[in-house]
């Protein structure tokens, strides 16, 4: 055990049960946090950083053992009963997760759930509790903290609930914060935010922090020190420093340079236009009674947006969550009712109904953020991929189907033979390959995709970027691609639209809009996105004057 070490691992093992025999997730791993440090535990979905740590904390799944030593400040972790760990967890070792929503109860106000942990380990009154809840709120820099411990976590924002479990993590003033992947789900400006937040209380606090990722953008930021992890073996350790500048091991270089890159070929001046909106609006309905009541009337998420999106073409549609680019996506696919016109190969297709819409709806597909929550898991690839023929080719043979699937399969490059699997048998990124090719499957001329790597470790987003470009290319495919990833929207688009508060502030050839953009939103997020501070190049640059060009 290293002299200053508050948390040292020896010989990690961790075992799962499961039907096909024993799985090592963890592979006698050894690593030591210090006090007072910032240690990074990066590595792709599966590498076993996050078991790693939840044996730890005694949180495994109940199939799952670990053995090895874990010890904080040389008391041994693993064995203990769930009351003896009490002692640490909450207290001395605090955790927080990637999903904010998934952790707190929806039940109670955010202030009870705060109070409950202080509570737990300090023997307070409820109303010293309360206080204390407050000054986290204040702590973690929450606006109107005296309100906002009486909220529920559906009535705060997603960044706002980070905050919320930040809050409860420092409630006993720990040694050790655990941060597994904090930043996942947020938008680039509010993981900024966050992580700002966290460096600023651990200077404040001393405490060390253990932060669990695989973006690596993150880690050159915000770490200290390194350990790279890949298939349940520690591969390097080091300062963050050496890491990225002298990395020794292959995985290490590979998940460095795992960044999308390149631009793609525009296509041509001539080319015709296949889809068009114009002038845009969307309300959504305000209840007036009911648990979530927000008062009656409409809310207005889409301000009269516009976009002409041309054969072969592919227009990034970027900002921060609520902004309505989702919105905007499923209203010009017809899913949502909307003012103003959308044409389909010239055609106004704002009026029409389901019936009339559907022949239309071969043409015009959408891929999800999450595939797993969008196939059905009762269904094999064979009959998710070729969904979309029942309805449009009703005409094909039980064969011919069959056939198709495999083809699709291929050409998002998945082995054909895997078709009568389910999707819990496929990896993240195979499931979004498989989302794709049943979009795909039927021979659209546009793909909306919401978000189709947010999810996705960046080696796998590399490689669903180079698919959709070599899809475009061979099908002449056009896309919306919706995003709050700009390194991915860089990388695959030609023209960016910029929302905000429902409204298009900024759009242009995506060039122009990362090397001069005009508006304020658009360098913070751009700035953000990579990780810099707001005096960047492209602000340095000449503001870019006039109309957004003719297209």
């Known amino acids: 055990m290293a002299a200053d070490a508050i948390l040292s691992i020896r010989d990690l093992r961790v075992v799962f049960d499961t039907e096909d025999g024993p799985l090592e997730a963890v592979k006698g791993i050894d690593l030591d946090v210090e006090a007072g440090e910032t240690l990074a535990l990066v590595g792709e979905s599966g590498s076993g950083k996050s078991q790693t740590m939840m044996a730890v904390m005694g949180l495994l799944a109940g199939n799952g053992r670990a053995s090895g030593s874990a010890r904080y400040r040389g008391e041994e972790l693993l064995g203990l009963s769930p009351s003896a760990l009490n002692r640490f967890r909450g207290a001395k070792i605090t955790m927080i997760f990637q999903e904010p929503m998934t952790s707190l109860d929806p039940l109670y106000t955010v202030g009870r759930q705060i109070a ?22 204040t702590l973690v820099g929450i606006p109107e903290p005296e309100r906002r411990v009486d909220s529920y976590p559906h009535e705060l924002s997603g960044g706002q609930r980070q905050r919320v479990m930040i809050a409860m993590a420092l409630a006993n003033d720990p040694d050790l914060l655990i941060a597994d992947e904090p930043t996942t789900a947020l938008d680039v400006t509010v993981q900024a935010q966050i992580l700002e937040l966290l460096r600023d209380l651990q200077q404040r606090l001393g405490m060390a922090i253990l932060l669990i990722t695989h973006d690596l953008g993150i880690v050159r930021r915000f770490a200290g020190r390194v350990a790279v992890m890949r298939r349940g073996e520690i591969v390097e350790t080091g300062s963050a420093e050496a890491v990225f500048t002298r990395p020794s091991h292959a995985y290490t ?9 390149g631009t793609k070929t525009p296509p041509p001046s001539t080319a015709p236009a296949v889809l ?43 900002g921060e969550s609520g902004s309505g680019k989702s919105t905007l996506g499923r209203a010009i696919l017809r899913l949502l009712p909307s003012e103003g016109t959308v044409r389909l190969d010239g055609r106004d297709i704002s009026a029409l109904g389901r019936s009339g819409m559907r022949p239309l709806r071969r043409q015009l597909q959408l891929v999800f953020q999450d595939p797993y929550g969008s196939l059905s898991p009762r269904l094999t690839v064979s009959a998710i991929v070729t969904e979309g023929l029942l309805v449009h080719e009703p005409g094909l043979t039980s064969a011919e189907r069959h056939r198709r699937a495999g083809e ?37 001329k546009v793909l909306v995709l919401d ?101």
């Open 116 to 137: 409950e942990v202080v509570r737990r380990h300090r023997r307070v009154s409820g109303r010293a509790a309360h206080t204390r809840a407050v000054e986290l709120l």
């Open 451 to 551: 978000e189709p790597t947010s999810a996705l470790d960046r080696s796998i987003q590399v490689q669903i970027v180079e698919l959709l470009r070599r899809l475009q290319a061979e099908h002449g495919l056009s896309y919306v691609f919706i995003s709050h990833d700009l390194a991915v929207v860089r990388a695959l688009s030609d023209y960016i639209l910029v929302m905000k508060s429902g409204r298009v502030v900024e759009e242009g050839p995506t060039a122009e809009i990362f090397e001069a953009p005009r508006e304020d939103y658009t360098r913070t997020l751009i700035a953000a996105a990579f990780l810099t501070t707001l005096g960047t190049a492209a602000e340095a640059r000449p503001q870019a004057s006039g109309d957004t060009p003719e297209r």
């Open 253 to 261: 270089r590979m998940l460095i340079d795992s960044e999308p890159h």
């Open 276 to 318: 068009e909106a114009r002038n845009v609006s969307v309300d959504f309905a305000l209840r007036s009674r009911g648990f979530f009541a927000r008062g009656a009337g409409t809310m207005r998420a889409v301000h009269g947006a516009s976009l002409r999106l041309k054969a072969g073409e592919t227009i990034g549609i970027v």
């Open 408 to 444: 699709a399969l291929t050409e998002v490059g998945l082995d054909p033979a895997a078709r009568n699997r389910y999707p819990h048998e496929f990896s993240g990124g195979q499931r979004q390959r498989i989302a794709i090719a049943r979009a795909v499957a039927i021979r659209p």
